[in-house]
């Protein structure tokens, strides 16, 4: 059985949360990679995408919204918006990072990294051990190279 272990990136470029969005871009550029688990005293903590970044150059849209008897209420989610200002207004990676990453655990099969990343729509996988501590990532692309290779 194939295993994250076997398939895992293990030299995983990170960032720490005090780490400059412009840096993190810098990093995803210069490396060709489109995320970067963010680490802080060898604890993964959260996740930099460059879904995360991008939202920097979009323009925001501010939800439409009735004025009823002297109140407020809105035709569109405030919620995302107040999500999506947070992130566009980001200088440190610590403010547009996901925090509720999905790890796995290096014995995890390949058929069940690769069914994570499809129900969940996401394209990286932090391999952490029992405390916590980032030892590999696997990509859709780690999965893709093992297809190609396997006989």
């Not at 993190?24 to 490396?31: G, I, K, Q």
């Not at 403010?95 to 690769?114: C, G, H, R």
């Amino acid at each position: 059985m194939i295993t994250a272990k076997d398939i895992m990136t293990t030299n995983v470029i990170t960032v720490d949360p005090d780490t400059s969005v412009k840096e993190a871009a810098n990093l995803m550029s210069e490396h060709k990679i489109s995320g970067l688990p963010v680490v802080k005293d060898n604890q993964l903590v959260g996740i930099v995408t460059e879904n995360d970044l991008i939202i920097k150059d979009k323009k925001l849209h501010f939800p439409e919204y009735i004025n009823v008897i002297g109140g407020i209420i809105y035709l569109e989610s405030y919620k995302k918006f107040k999500e999506e200002f947070k992130k566009f207004a980001a200088v440190k990676v610590k403010e547009l990072m996901t925090e509720d990453v999905i790890t796995i655990k290096p014995n995890q099969s390949i058929e069940n990294m690769a069914t994570i990343m499809h129900q969940k729509d996401i394209n990286r996988l932090p391999v952490v051990d029992n405390e916590g501590e980032l030892i590999g990532i696997v990509t859709r692309g780690n999965i893709v190279k093992h297809i190609a290779i396997e006989d």
